[in-house]
């Protein structure tokens, strides 16, 4: 009965920034493995970025050196930091939470059994 709730999408102008809170209930992220995946307008859902429960994270190439996963265990909230926005990175971003020990890879979307229902990020040439 784990519900997430993404929130902090918007519109941004190139270069600019935005953080996305993903805040859940029915459980702790303490014991979950946590991602983010973005699904572009006509486009497949893709990995982002994951955060392990003892901390390690882990991201697409695109996305190195700009964005930064965190977590509150305190909140029960994880953060999807996005710094120097460009264009292509407009989707709708989307949290996702699995066991501790995922049945697959981080960046797979099957390896997840609870997802929000996303925030819009629209970032403006």
């Known amino acids: 009965q784990v519900q997430l709730v993404e929130s902090g999408g918007g519109l941004v102008q190139a270069e600019g920034s935005l953080r996305l809170s993903c805040a859940a209930s029915?459980?702790?992220?303490?014991?979950?493995?946590l991602a983010w995946f973005r699904q572009a307008p006509g486009k497949e859902r893709e990995f982002v970025a994951h955060?392990?429960?003892?901390?390690?994270?882990y991201y697409t190439d695109s996305v190195k050196g700009r964005f930064t996963v965190s977590r509150d265990v305190a909140k029960n909230t994880v953060y999807l930091q996005m710094n120097s926005l460009k264009p292509e990175d407009t989707a709708v971003y989307y949290c996702?939470?699995?066991?501790?020990?995922?049945?697959?890879?981080?960046?797979?979307?099957?390896?997840?059994?609870?997802w929000g229902k996303g925030t819009l990020v629209t970032v403006s040439s």
């Open positions: 996702a939470a699995g066991p501790r020990f995922l049945r697959g890879s981080y960046y797979q979307l099957d390896s997840y059994d609870y």
């Open positions: 029915g459980g702790t992220f303490s014991s979950f493995a």
């Open positions: 955060i392990s429960w003892t901390a390690v994270t």
